[in-house]
């Protein structure tokens, strides 16, 4: 079958590669209808996550129809069009329990590196190299999901592909830091970044009761589209004093919750954004947190700062003075898709949550590396492309 | 020649790994990892299983020999009960990483019923790159690794 793979440094290619097959009890394999590119893959394609081996196939936002299954799977059929969590949960340990799902004890089957790394392994995460799992991703024709019962929710007839498919990982994630950063009614929400998670996080906050959400971006297409399909108020931060704006737009308080939705390689302007930069590029530190950093200045006294964003190691300047006095919590996760999916599909077949703006690119999936060109330069207005291994 | 330098990267991969927790620089690894390692390899090492009722036999920890001790004991919270093994005498990293992986399995077996597995999977091109042979290496020795 063909897959989209990671060859090297900025390096992608389409290549025959063997098909999947049943591995677990608890197993299905999907053929894959539509997959999607993340701004999370472009810190592995860049080589900012350094646990990608040449030959692994990307991808982890995906739809698909399930063509064969494990003897031990019961909930879900051959047949099935179903969408699934990019985060791999077994639905049995103590995490899952707490609907944690990102947490799963037994996702991650490599829980070492991770361990070394932060003194705990979250779940697996497919395509996401092997600091994560080492699954395969899902640009490809066919795909393996484990723990399937737990993973695999099937769409409704009347919501669209293209729609469904955006609750497999931008809705899901967007709708754990709305709901986990503690979003009430009445609510002032401000979020970084407006990419699909972020505008996707927007969403989940005015659907949670939000009375006003604010996103931050500097693409005046991504921009547009926050206001147009999102329904929230758009601020452009190359133009503006974002703590200023916020503080000017919340009567004095600044937001009651503030998400941060950019990650590992943010863009910010000035000093800030030079320092990082450099400080990235000479490894003395792997992450840039500018919006992270923003967010807790501009976050009300005793609000709550939502880390959604990807990143992997320390950062420099953070600002725990900040954080301490005034009586912030600061929270981060990997989304807890399982949790959420249910919900999410019942607003999209509502037509409460639309998500086909996003899709601003589709293609097959043998051009998946102008796909991801398009999408890393943001060329031509992209949010995200989206590739079609039947096409 | 190439081959050779492959196999000692991906050697060298799984050594890294297992250093990775004694790491002492902040922000990096374990930085309170501080004892020494005759202390560490004497310590329980431990996973907690959301299973009240979980009892033995547990065939995974058996095959590691008679001088493994383990213990059961009621996790607080209702988080189902603590499953521990200590080697008897001073371990070396070989034999307690093949102690974590096998409580790591118990675990799953517990659980879920099975273990968990990853491969064979689809893959590329994998490039004959000393990077990747020591990633391959880590990704490797990572089940036994962890500061398990």
């Known amino acids: 079958m063909k897959a989209a793979i990671w060859a090297g440094v900025n390096e992608v290619t389409v290549e025959d590669v063997p098909e999947p097959q049943l591995l677990n009890d608890h197993d299905v394999l999907l053929r894959i209808h539509k997959t999607v590119t993340c701004g999370s893959d472009l810190h592995l394609i860049g080589g900012y996550i350094p646990a990608m081996r040449a030959g692994d196939v990307l991808g982890h936002e995906f739809l698909g129809t399930v063509v064969e299954k494990g003897k031990a799977v019961q909930r879900v059929q051959v047949g099935d069009r179903v969408v699934v969590p990019s985060f791999v949960a077994c639905g049995s340990c103590w995490y899952c329990s707490q609907e944690l799902y990102s947490l799963c004890d037994n996702g991650n089957p490599d829980p070492g590196i991770t361990e070394g790394l932060w003194g705990q392994s979250p779940g697996g995460c497919f395509g996401y190299s092997h600091a994560m799992g080492g699954y395969a991703g899902s640009h490809a024709e066919y795909m393996r999901v484990p723990y399937a019962d737990v993973g695999c929710f099937v769409v409704p007839d009347g919501v669209s592909d293209t729609r469904a498919l955006f609750a497999s990982d931008s809705v899901t994630t967007g709708w754990t830091g709305a709901h986990l950063g503690g979003t009430k009614p009445g609510d002032v929400v401000a979020v970084w970044g407006a990419g699909a998670v972020g505008q996707m996080a927007a969403r989940a906050a005015m659907l949670l009761g939000a009375e006003q959400v604010v996103v931050i971006d500097r693409l005046p297409e991504r921009l547009a589209q926050v206001r147009q399909h999102v329904g929230a108020e758009a601020v452009d931060y190359s133009t503006t004093d974002v703590v200023a704006e916020l503080r000017e737009r919340t009567g004095g308080r600044g937001p009651d919750v503030c998400i941060e939705a950019v990650g590992m390689e943010a863009h910010s302007t000035g000093v800030q954004g030079a320092f990082d930069q450099v400080k990235q590029q000479l490894r003395l530190q792997t992450d840039r947190p500018s919006a992270v950093r923003e967010a807790i200045r501009a976050c009300r006294k005793g609000g709550s700062v939502f880390v959604l964003g990807v990143f992997a190691g320390p950062v420099d300047k953070f600002p725990l003075g900040a954080m301490m006095n005034k009586g912030l919590t600061v929270r981060g996760a990997q989304q807890h898709g399982q949790r959420y999916v249910p919900e999410i599909l019942a607003h999209m077949e509502s037509g409460a949550l639309t998500t086909e703006h996003l899709a601003t690119h589709t293609m097959p999936l043998s051009q998946a590396a102008e796909g991801y060109r398009i999408f890393k330069d943001k060329e031509d207005g992209c949010v995200r492309t989206v590739f079609e291994p039947g096409s | ?148």
């Not at chain 2, 790491?23 to 996973?47: F, H, K, L, M, N």
């Not at chain 2, 209702?78 to 974590?100: S, V």
Request: charged share 25%; net charge positive.
């Open chain 2, 1 to 148: 020649m190439m081959d050779r330098l492959l196999r000692q990267a991906a050697g060298l991969g799984g050594a890294a790994l297992g250093k990775l927790q004694h790491t002492r620089i902040p922000g990096v690894g374990q930085a309170s990892t501080t004892e020494p390692a005759d202390v560490a390899a004497r310590r329980w090492r431990a996973v907690t299983v959301f299973r009240d009722d979980l009892a033995g036999p547990f065939p995974e920890l058996e095959a590691l020999g008679p001088d493994l001790e383990v213990r059961l004991q009621p996790a607080p919270g209702g988080r189902g009960t603590e499953l521990y093994g200590r080697f008897h005498g001073t371990p070396g990293a070989d034999r307690i990483g093949e102690l974590r992986a096998a409580l790591r399995r118990t675990k799953q077996l517990a659980e879920v019923g099975e273990v968990l597995r990853v491969d064979p999977q689809p893959h590329g091109t994998r490039k004959p790159t000393v990077q990747g042979a020591a990633l391959e290496g880590a990704a490797a020795r990572a089940p036994k690794e962890g500061v398990l």
